[in-house]
């Protein structure tokens, strides 16, 4: 059995560490510090540049084709959150030449951006704290199980088939913690910390299926943990709860929010995503 160790050992060099973005967080913690500075940095890198502007330029941010620089764009989307997508765009690539023999490139980052595209429409709808960070933290929550199907192949096969195993029902994480005695989440917030992500994206990585796990836990949190759910509906493009994973009861009086009231949201981030994806895909 692999260990989370053992695991670990190898991600350096499976996976480059997001540098733009990490090197965008040193420009900005200085005070005098300027957009022009941060936007030179994206600009080192000439794919990075075009991805941004087409964020930008995306109907989830109210684009229309109007943002032509980088400065316009990281005005449009934050420059916090600006970092948080070029984190985002940066680690798509490097995981998008690696095969799996699970699951496709295409199929994972298309349920991650659904998840992140989700968390972005309900956190503006709710106007919830920290909600800039809410579109990188649903488009990374599943970064662990990414390196697991990468790193681990065969013990991955395994532990979907027993979460597949209709006379078992377990989801997914269960089946792995039994397969190598920790899960998806935990292989995520262990890649967090080694990248520095910040202290919010490490809990949403890590509380997403369980937000009871961290004490005093954000609502964004709880927002990653729902738009994982609804992420599932989305794909299996049903607005029957039935065939989604659970969500936690307390997620509903923490953001708010009845599942009633979601419905439109799962139309919208459909189409809201298709532009994105060829984004997170390309090599």
């Known amino acids: 059995m692999t260990s989370l160790d053992e695991l670990l050992q190898d991600v350096p060099n499976l996976v480059s560490l997001p540098h733009v973005a990490l090197r965008i967080d040193k420009v900005l913690a200085d005070e005098n510090a300027s957009l022009d500075d941060a936007a030179r940095i994206i600009e080192a890198d000439p794919a990075l540049t075009s991805k941004l502007l087409q964020v930008a330029n995306s109907a989830l941010f109210g684009g229309g084709g109007d943002i032509d620089t ?8 934050g420059t916090r959150q600006a970092r948080q997508i070029v984190m985002g765009l940066e680690l798509a690539s490097s995981f998008a030449g690696l095969p799996s023999e699970l699951i496709s490139v295409e199929d994972f980052w298309r ?6 595209t989700l968390c972005r429409l309900v956190a503006d709808h709710l106007k919830l704290p920290g909600r800039d960070a809410a579109f990188t933290a649903g488009l990374l929550h599943d970064i662990g199980q990414l390196v697991l199907f990468i790193r681990c192949p065969e013990e991955s096969r395994q532990a979907l088939w ?3 195993d209709e006379s078992d ?7 792995e913690f039994a397969e190598f005695g920790f899960d998806h989440t935990d292989v995520g917030l262990a ?5 520095g992500f910040p202290d919010i994206l490490q809990c949403c990585i890590y509380g997403h299926h369980h937000p009871e796990r961290i004490d005093n836990a954000p609502s964004l949190v709880y927002l990653v943990h729902l738009a994982s759910s609804l992420a599932v509906l989305v794909e299996l493009e049903t607005d029957d ?3 989604a994973p659970p969500v936690a009861p307390e997620t509903w009086t923490v953001l708010g929010i009845q599942a009633d009231a979601l419905g439109h949201f799962l139309t919208s981030a459909k189409e809201d995503t298709q532009e994105l994806l060829a984004l997170f895909t390309q090599q």
């Open 70 to 77: 980088l400065n316009r764009a990281i005005s449009r989307v």
């Open 111 to 116: 349920h991650s951006l659904y998840c992140a």
């Open 162 to 164: 027993r979460s597949l």
């Open 241 to 243: 709860w039935s065939s």
């Open 169 to 175: 029902g377990r989801e997914t994480f269960a089946a």
């Open 191 to 195: 890649v967090a910390r080694l990248w």
